[in-house]
């Protein structure tokens, strides 16, 4: 049974290119969050998605990023036109409950040049 | 003032100690987390707890919710006990929205041989 799947582990864009970041939950999971750790601070909730549906979005800037969990295939973590301030590193968690302990992924470095 | 605080920021520990990290929150929650970050590795997840205490291996976790306080305890610590300690509250949200975690910022654990 494999864990959280996240990829790709390390990634470069230069500025004003796309990011996709890719998550695929733990079998039998349907619930995915997304959190991002910028240098030196703590991890941040962005948003958090089940199955075809976004719960909670609030913490995922209102523009650029956009995030979607189809009912086929990883979630997926979009940032468009990158900025050097959106180099961090993203992790993808699942549950398979809302209020079940989470399992992370080990998480995309985002390097924006 | 961050709602979740961890002491100490970092910690120097020789193999064989007793080891205690604190957490303190301001939040009522329904649960808090305990993880585990190996520099530029994934996301561990250590423990979810509510109430008591909980022992996994040399691990031991507890939490007094009255005092709104935990800590995570490594007993006969160890070199790879090495990595970043890092508390997480479920804070208890209006309709149900106790899904989200707030993280403190980490404590560095170094155990050297």
């Known amino acids: 049974n494999a864990g959280v799947m996240q990829n790709p582990r390390h990634l470069v864009r230069r500025r004003g290119q796309e990011a996709r970041l890719r998550c695929s939950p733990m079998k039998g999971h349907s619930h995915v969050y997304w959190y991002r750790q910028l240098p030196e601070e703590g991890l941040k909730f962005m948003v958090y998605l089940q199955k075809e549906n976004i719960i909670d979005e609030s913490g995922m800037p209102k523009e650029r990023f956009s995030a979607e969990f189809p009912k086929e295939g990883p979630s997926i973590l979009r940032i468009q036109q990158v900025v050097r301030g959106d180099s961090a590193a993203y992790f993808c968690?699942?549950?398979?409950?809302?209020?079940?302990?989470?399992?992370f992924g080990n998480g995309t470095r985002l390097t924006v040049t | 003032k961050n709602e979740v605080e961890q002491s100490p920021q970092n910690l120097t520990a020789q193999e064989g100690e007793f080891i205690t990290i604190n957490c303190s929150y301001s939040v009522g929650i329904s649960a808090l987390h305990w993880l585990q970050q190996h520099p530029g590795g994934g996301i561990v997840s250590l423990f979810m707890?509510?109430?008591g205490k909980k022992k996994h291996g040399r691990l031991i976790a507890t939490i007094n919710i009255q005092e709104k306080h935990s800590s995570l305890h490594i007993t006969a610590s160890h070199p790879r006990d090495s990595a970043v300690y890092i508390c997480a509250v479920r804070a208890l949200g209006e309709g149900g929205s106790n899904y989200k975690l707030t993280f403190g910022k980490g404590t560095l654990l170094t155990v050297n041989p």
């Open positions: 707890l509510s109430s």
């Open positions: 968690a699942s549950s398979p409950r809302r209020e079940a302990p989470l399992h």
